[in-house]
């Protein structure tokens, strides 16, 4: 592990972050985190118990402009976007998303009759069960697995698709993963589609988008930066103590800075776009409820808010997220 000027070991965030976290959840959940020695355990111990409360996505503007900055139409999810534009005319088309999550992804390409298998795979059970429930509650046929992907034996044949929808940069060296994990089970001609985080490794923020965000902070009027408790005031952005971020969830971008390039290394590029995030996925966190009335100022805050963030990007060249459609290649 590196340590420089843009790594952190432990900040004064972790001990804000574990003050709140104790304060929500009680101390016996802290206790139980910290009884999760092995890898697994201690990934799948974070998913299972993770609820969005407060994280920036929750905020209706936010996938709408992701949506606009992949299809430029704010109504049309990516899954729509590429069925539209890659899938029509194709039929018997099989998916697997890996790190499937509750399977919100799998159900929104099920809606197409192009797929007649479509698979996803998810170390968390909790989070498998649910998307089981999800699916059967829609009358949509996805087969669910709870497997470490890396070792499973559950997974049977090659697919036409294979789908990361922020969970590539859960995984190290993902230039040997894909290469050896990913391309062998991929049909020819088959695609990758991957909604992702590529930002610093382990989210040891740089210090450009922290200066950025610590002075749009400032700006926020006071009842906007209250955290989930109603009472407690965020005041500052910290990065993240590498510590803190193994011992909570070790998969926690360990590669994500090499993500784009391993991509382009071993898949042909059909479309790659730059989504940004720099400065809302860490000025938002915590606070992000406090976005979701419709009245005029929280709506006009936000689009505030976001205009920042893409005027940081312009004259930065920074970006932390991308939308990508990538092809296997034929030789």
């Keep these: 592990m590196i340590f420089n000027k843009e790594t952190t070991l432990i900040s004064v965030g972790d001990f804000i ?31 299972n118990s993770f609820v969005s409360q407060s994280d920036f996505w929750i905020i209706p503007e936010i996938p709408e402009i992701w949506n606009y900055k ?24 099989s998916l697997l998303a890996v790190g499937c999550g509750e399977g919100k992804h799998e159900r929104n390409f099920a809606k197409y009759s192009i797929f007649n298998n479509i698979v996803g795979i998810d170390i968390s059970k909790d989070s498998v069960e649910n998307a089981k429930i999800l699916a059967a509650e829609n009358n949509l046929k996805i087969n669910y697995f709870c497997d470490d ?31 050896n994990n990913i391309l062998p089970i991929l049909n020819e001609n088959g695609y990758v589609i991957v909604f992702e985080y590529c930002g610093p490794n382990r989210l040891q923020w740089r210090k450009s988008q922290l200066n950025e965000a610590n002075k749009i902070l400032k700006s926020i009027p006071l009842r906007f930066k209250k955290l989930i408790d109603g009472k407690s005031i ?25 993500l784009v390039r391993s991509l382009n290394n071993n898949l042909e590029v059909l479309e790659e776009k730059k989504l940004g995030t720099n400065i809302l996925h860490i000025l938002l966190k915590g606070i992000a409820h406090n976005f979701l009335a419709e009245d005029v100022e929280s709506k006009m805050l936000i689009h505030n808010l976001i ?17 990508g459609v990538y092809q296997k290649r034929t030789y």
Aim: glycine share 4%; net charge positive; hydrophobic share 35%.
């Design 17 to 47: 972050d574990v003050y709140h976290k104790i304060k929500i959840r009680g101390i016996q959940f802290f206790l139980y985190k910290f009884s999760k020695f092995s890898y697994k355990n201690r990934v799948s111990s974070k998913w």
């Design 70 to 93: 992949i299809s430029g139409n704010v109504a049309l999810s990516y899954e729509d976007y590429v069925c539209n534009n890659y899938f029509k005319g194709k039929e018997n088309l």
């Design 149 to 179: 992907f890396r070792k499973t034996t559950l997974l049977k044949g090659k697919f036409d698709v294979v789908l990361f929808d922020s969970s590539l940069h859960h995984f190290d060296k993902i230039e040997d993963f894909l290469k």
């Design 234 to 258: 965020k005041t500052k952005v910290f990065r993240p103590g590498l510590l803190r971020m193994l011992v909570v969830d070790p998969s926690e971008a360990p590669d994500s800075e090499n």
């Design 307 to 323: 205009e920042k963030e893409n005027e940081f990007l312009s004259l930065s060249g920074e970006n932390d997220a991308i939308f």
